[in-house]
């Protein structure tokens, strides 16, 4: 289980979130502390009532309303009632106990979970302190009722539970088929928390795979002005579908300016990671003519894939690689001019006529185009930093010549290493002087 506890301004704005969500058919209230009647006999008015004339023995308190949601695994799918006996506990171990609480059950999120609603201010107008709540009585009451209740247990499972999303062909997002919102939210939960990226469109070609959207809409747009951000589901066609979710409405606000803060946090350029996406690019080109559609498959085995950008036209202008094995996501420019649109189209562009008349021609072009500026990165890749530095990648030295035993095209049956050739040598002198 895991406690996240908010406290706000606003009573009214706290109980009319999940009175909201309520109409909207994804909540219900399963039940209330401390209220003088159940929540099926009482009206939204008397439930707020409650709250406001408890708040109002102590109008210092500006922060009076707390909202406290208990997350539980995916694996959990508890009653009502054990639901209720988790929430009193809960309430009665952070000092709550005695306050007026209603409890929701949310089900428009990919893991089950209830929302609590309350105030800081108790019967006798004194103020609940809440300092360190979350780290001192909200950690141990966890822990009690995850070991009372037979619960998940929390502790520790960020680093061992290691959920993927399997990219394009699993856990799509088809308008129609689940409920939007809660698809979207799963999304987004995942994608979020796990992968790095440091722009709306590195962010795009992550949910792109899942067949969601992240849309700021045109330049003129009023929620563009406003730097609003909605989330759409895209059909098989990349075309957005169904009625667009703003992203103030999911409950973790996944808004522009959580995710600008996401792009300045996230370290997307570490050498690592960037290196093992050109290694990967550049081990493709190191067979003779792939198409463009080639290297897309070659890399996907290596468990990246492509995104390509494309204007009104449909010309291509960018692309983007989505590494799921290291949850990166890099621009083509981010990792060098070889790596960009019009660079690996060119890698790729088709040979003329003459060329392909001479196989060998065909073989000495391609690797002049692909190696002429990665022999160090290739050479660091495979044998590791210490030959990075091109001192070490000349021709007259033993790492240009495995540089070109690893660029070269077969070899002719008449082939003989030279270690050979100086032995056959040694033998006829030897015979000479006997």
């Given at each position: 289980?895991?406690?996240?506890?908010?406290?706000?301004?606003?009573?009214?704005?706290?109980?009319?979130?999940?009175?909201?969500?309520?109409?909207?058919?994804?909540?219900?209230?399963?039940?209330?502390?401390?209220?003088?009647?159940?929540?099926?006999?009482?009206?939204?008015?008397?439930?707020?009532?409650?709250?406001?004339?408890?708040?109002?023995?102590?109008?210092?308190?500006?922060?009076?309303?707390?909202?406290?949601?208990?997350?539980?695994?995916?694996?959990?799918?508890?009653?009502?009632?054990?639901?209720?006996?988790?929430?009193?506990?809960?309430?009665?171990?952070?000092?709550?106990?005695?306050?007026?609480?209603?409890?929701?059950?949310?089900?428009?999120?990919?893991?089950?979970?209830?929302?609590?609603?309350?105030?800081?201010?108790?019967?006798?107008?004194?103020?609940?302190?809440?300092?360190?709540?979350?780290?001192?009585?909200?950690?141990?009451?966890?822990?009690?009722?995850?070991k009372s209740f037979g619960l998940v247990i929390a502790e520790g499972r960020k680093n061992d539970q290691n959920i993927e999303l399997h990219p394009i062909s699993k856990g799509k997002v088809r308008y129609g088929r689940i409920q939007s919102k809660k698809a979207i939210?799963?999304?987004?939960?995942?994608?979020?928390?796990?992968?790095?990226?440091?722009?709306?469109?590195?962010?795009?070609?992550?949910?792109?795979?899942?067949?969601?959207?992240?849309?700021?809409?045109?330049?003129?747009?009023?929620?563009?002005?406003?730097?609003?951000?909605?989330?759409?589901?895209?059909?098989?066609?990349?075309?957005?579908?169904?009625?667009?979710?703003?992203?103030?409405?999911?409950?973790?606000?996944?808004?522009?300016?959580?995710?600008?803060?996401?792009?300045?946090?996230?370290?997307?350029?570490?050498?690592?990671?960037?290196?093992?996406?050109?290694?990967?690019?550049?081990?493709?080109?190191?067979?003779?003519?792939?198409?463009?559609?080639?290297?897309?498959?070659?890399?996907?085995?290596?468990?990246?894939?492509?995104?390509?950008?494309?204007?009104?036209?449909?010309?291509?202008?960018?692309?983007?690689?989505?590494?799921?094995?290291?949850?990166?996501?890099?621009?083509?420019?981010?990792?060098?001019?070889?790596?960009?649109?019009?660079?690996?189209?060119?890698?790729?562009?088709?040979?003329?006529?003459?060329?392909?008349?001479?196989?060998?021609?065909?073989?000495?072009?391609?690797?002049?185009?692909?190696?002429?500026?990665?022999?160090?990165?290739?050479?660091?890749?495979?044998?590791?930093?210490?030959?990075?530095?091109?001192?070490?990648?000349?021709?007259?030295?033993?790492?240009?010549?495995?540089?070109?035993?690893?660029?070269?095209?077969?070899?002719?049956?008449?082939?003989?290493?030279?270690?050979?050739?100086?032995?056959?040598?040694?033998?006829?002198?030897?015979?000479?002087?006997?």
């Amino acid at each position: 289980m895991v406690a996240i506890i908010k406290t706000g301004h606003s009573i009214h704005s706290i109980f009319n979130y999940n009175e909201n969500k309520v109409k909207q058919g994804v909540a219900e209230c399963i039940g209330e502390g401390n209220y003088p009647l159940d929540v099926d006999k009482m009206s939204d008015t008397m439930k707020l009532n409650r709250f406001l004339k408890q708040a109002a023995l102590n109008d210092n308190v500006k922060r009076n309303s707390v909202h406290i949601s208990l997350n539980f695994d995916p694996s959990e799918n508890y009653s009502k009632d054990k639901l209720m006996s988790i929430a009193n506990s809960y309430m009665r171990k952070i000092g709550f106990g005695e306050q007026p609480y209603l409890v929701y059950q949310h089900h428009d999120s990919g893991h089950p979970h209830i929302h609590i609603t309350s105030i800081k201010v108790r019967a006798d107008g004194s103020r609940i302190d809440m300092h360190n709540i979350g780290r001192n009585q909200s950690e141990t009451a966890r822990k009690e009722i995850e070991k009372s209740f037979g619960l998940v247990i929390a502790e520790g499972r960020k680093n061992d539970q290691n959920i993927e999303l399997h990219p394009i062909s699993k856990g799509k997002v088809r308008y129609g088929r689940i409920q939007s919102k809660k698809a979207i939210s799963n999304v987004l939960s995942q994608v979020l928390s796990s992968y790095k990226f440091a722009s709306l469109a590195e962010l795009n070609a992550v949910l792109k795979q899942y067949n969601v959207l992240a849309d700021r809409g045109n330049e003129n747009s009023r929620i563009f002005k406003a730097k609003g951000l909605v989330y759409r589901i895209l059909d098989e066609n990349g075309k957005p579908i169904g009625v667009p979710i703003k992203a103030s409405d999911f409950y973790y606000k996944p808004t522009l300016k959580f995710l600008e803060g996401k792009f300045k946090s996230n370290s997307t350029n570490q050498i690592s990671d960037i290196r093992r996406v050109k290694n990967a690019i550049d081990m493709a080109f190191l067979r003779t003519k792939i198409s463009l559609s080639e290297l897309v498959k070659i890399l996907e085995k290596e468990g990246i894939n492509t995104v390509f950008r494309k204007n009104a036209e449909g010309l291509l202008y960018g692309i983007t690689y989505v590494d799921h094995t290291t949850k990166c996501v890099f621009n083509g420019s981010t990792l060098g001019k070889q790596y960009s649109v019009k660079a690996i189209q060119e890698r790729c562009a088709s040979i003329n006529p003459s060329e392909q008349k001479n196989p060998n021609l065909i073989s000495t072009k391609l690797h002049k185009i692909t190696f002429e500026t990665l022999k160090a990165e290739i050479i660091a890749g495979l044998f590791g930093d210490d030959f990075r530095d091109n001192k070490y990648i000349g021709t007259d030295n033993i790492m240009g010549q495995l540089w070109d035993m690893l660029t070269q095209s077969e070899q002719t049956s008449a082939y003989l290493p030279y270690e050979l050739r100086n032995k056959k040598k040694k033998r006829r002198g030897q015979s000479n002087n006997r």
